[in-house]
């Protein structure tokens, strides 16, 4: 059973998900099983399923041009990243551009409904599913229903995100999504 009781107060009642914008992502294994690897000295080490994830989020930007990945972490139970959605397809450095942080608000009908942050996440989590269950005899490997999001407003709040998610493996032992870890909540975290 997921951790998630109704996935729809997730998402920024109003808001535009497939607009220009940079996104703090946290997407969690079922029941926070550490399906990824392990953490040993404040590194992870990612096993064969873990490289899956690694491979399968890298290759986002192949299948969607207007996606941009900027840092990204698998952890043993769950998946950090940031990502930026633009209508156009953009360069491949990493830099915080301040153009994509103003939230509009738009019907829900609004934008690229099929190229919105819902869609590619559903879309990576079906693909990694999909590949690691046809490897897998020992278990079936599911995510939790949803995800969380933030929306990245400003170059102060990247720069925090990306520090929490270049430190999150040496951080693991005090991770609210660590089960072994004084304070799990037992909910995903996204920081």
């Not at 103003?102 to 819902?118: E, M, V």
């Amino acid at each position: 059973m997921s951790h998630f009781k109704d996935k729809s107060v997730l998402r920024l009642q109003g808001y535009d998900y497939s607009q220009d914008g940079l996104y703090f992502i946290t997407i969690c294994t079922e029941r926070f099983s550490p399906y990824f690897g392990k953490i040993k000295n404040g590194k992870m080490h990612l096993n064969p399923i873990g490289k899956i994830i690694q491979a399968e989020w890298s290759h986002t930007t192949i299948l969607r041009p207007y996606v941009r990945l900027h840092s990204f972490q698998v952890m043993p139970n769950h998946f950090h990243a940031i990502i930026e959605i633009h209508e156009l397809p953009l360069p491949a450095t990493e830099k915080f551009s301040p153009l994509k942080i103003s939230p509009t608000f738009k019907n829900k009908f609004g934008g690229r409904i099929s190229d919105n942050l819902s869609a590619i996440i559903r879309g990576f989590k079906g693909t990694t599913r999909s590949i690691i269950n046809s490897i897998q005899d020992k278990f079936v490997f599911e995510w939790q229903i949803s995800f969380m999001d933030h929306i990245i407003r400003d170059e102060d709040e990247y720069r925090r995100i990306v520090r929490h998610i270049r430190n999150n493996p040496k951080n693991w032992p005090r991770d609210p999504n660590n089960p072994d870890s004084p304070t799990f909540k037992g909910t995903p975290s996204i920081y």
